[in-house]
């Protein structure tokens, strides 16, 4: 269909939807590649802040979003942003965003292991507001400043958590690197020390023969005394 507002055939409905199409692909792959990477849930805008704070009222498992969930909001932006019908110039990067979301949520133990950083973060998020405030908003309710407090401290804590993996996987490193070192060395000693006591060889072999002879010569070796 055309497009060409001069065309015969232009169709002002069919163009004002496909501009309008465009302009969310654009609006989403601009929001995806603003998220923080560490934040999969805001990537595909699942809310689990204002749910976090209803812990007294909702199970473990209910405050997190279930596979349907996460796949549903995955199937939704990977159709609008699918670099075949997306002509942003990084649909392709936030693509990629997208897929590297919705694999880690996909995996239960990593849905489980944020959804603990979450609760804690919620908690600090209270305490804070309770420290500043008489007022506490009741549990459940949804309060866009807590929210972002909460997102805020969410963010904070996976950053360290980060952190503290990178370091400790370069502890790792140079612990193993160190054990490596220790095992060359030990057989570099063991080869020198191979190969000094073959270069002695015929010198033992020697000083052992002459000491025999020097035995048979002075009429053996003398019986120990009994």
Known sequence: MALDPNSPSFNLDFYLKKQATEWV???????????????????????????????NQLKFEDRFPQEKDIKAAYRKKSLLLHPDKCKHPETSKAFDVLKKAEQQLSDLEKRRDLLVVLDEATREAQRTVANNSNVRPPAGTSNPSLNT??????????????????SLLASNLERERKQKEEVENE???????????????EKRVGSWRDFQKKGKGAGGLKKLKT
């Open 187 to 201: 057989l570099k000693r063991k080869r020198q020390y191979d190969k000094e006591w073959e270069e002695t060889r």
């Open 25 to 55: 692909q654009d609006s989403e792959v601009d929001r995806i590649l603003q998220c923080s990477p560490l934040d999969p849930f805001q990537i595909l805008e699942l809310d689990v802040y204002s749910k976090s704070l209803a812990e």
């Open 149 to 166: 407090l909460v997102r805020s401290r969410f963010l904070r804590m996976l950053s360290s958590s980060q952190s503290r993996s990178a």
